[in-house]
């Protein structure tokens, strides 16, 4: 019998031949919770597979095994942040669906998980739509293994994420910063203005070399970015992408600080000898080592605190020079080509907001132009 009762409308044995392996019979068994009816259809869908050819035998694997096996797969072919990354959030599908078989997995049981993801303060929208593309990546990967036909991943509700208002500074409020950094340390200062400046990340400040400056031609040449990831230490790495590659022209108030925080950095050098850690970075901790990819946001936490000023992320000060070259008037495509982006339509989608006194001018300039004199 290819469908068995086990509990009356509630559990069957379904039993499917497959074929020969030699003299050896193969058959599909699996357990089937539900109605007698839906047992049936359960058992009619294998044999149309087996018909069309589209029956594959590993969907019975769970989620947790399938993920397992894309982490070892992909783990030599991405960055070890992004795999750590994923492997963080793999942690968290595996936790909710990772003992659901590939064969019972549906669009149901998915955005069940979305939503418990979003009935979780913890996460942002953002957030769940990464746990989303790995999801698909993961069965679009199971698809060409051959373990399953399809992706329903692919008809969940799209999961959107809402755009957040831009945080930084106005221009009364970095002359504020300014004026208060005159009392903190000199390095402090080096590494706020020039991000102020510069309008560069976190990671490519940090990476930053003293042969990267160049003190005659007031630049910056921006090759290269640290980072940290747990158990595996601070690194470098090339930038964001191949946009990022760039060299930067800053102010000669920036590069005189800069000048003074060598003098004061090679004082320092000479001061601890041998205890000097010699890193070539331009920002290092007070022993010479690479500073932490981290320590710039936490000194710019510490000044915020100290003189009660507006909160926002060092990431925001990058957003603060950027808006204050718009605000300035510089063309998009300058304002984009120095903040690394990859096309002036990223610039222009992200700082849109900042445009719109622009535009307005331009709607006040044409419309001189077509006075009409009316009788």
Known sequence: MAVQEIIKNKKYKIDVPLGYNGTKRIRHIETFYGGKKEAILRENEIKLELKNNT?????????????????KMIKCNVQIKTYKAYELYSKNIIKYIGHVKLKNLNVKILEEFYNNLRNDTTYADKTIKHHYAIISNVLNTAIRWGYINS????????????????????????????????????????????????????????????????FKNCSININKTTQYVPDYGIFEKEPKSETSNRIIYIAPTTIQLLKAYQ?????????LGTQWK???????????????????????????????????????LRHTSISLQISSGIQSQIVSKRAGHSSVAVTDNIYSHFFKKDLKKVANKIDSFLQIKTV
């Open 55 to 71: 029956y594959v035998k590993k969907n019975h694997i769970t989620m947790q095994s399938l993920i397992e096996e894309w982490l």
């Open 151 to 214: 992706n329903p991943n692919m008809f969940v509700t799209p999961i959107k994420v809402h755009k957040k208002e831009i945080e930084c500074y106005s221009p009364e409020e970095v002359k504020k910063l300014i004026d208060v950094l005159q009392n903190e340390p000199i390095k402090y200062q080096a590494i706020i203005l020039l991000a102020l400046d510069s309008g560069c990340r976190r990671g490519e400040i940090t990476g930053l070399t003293w042969e990267d400056i160049d």
């Open 263 to 271: 003098k004061r950095q090679n004082e320092r050098k000479l001061l």
């Open 278 to 316: 010699n890193s070539k970075r331009v920002f290092t901790t007070e022993y010479g080592s690479d500073m932490h990819p981290d320590t710039p946001s936490k000194i710019l936490e510490k000044i915020i605190k100290k003189y009660n000023l507006k909160r926002i992320t060092f990431h925001g």
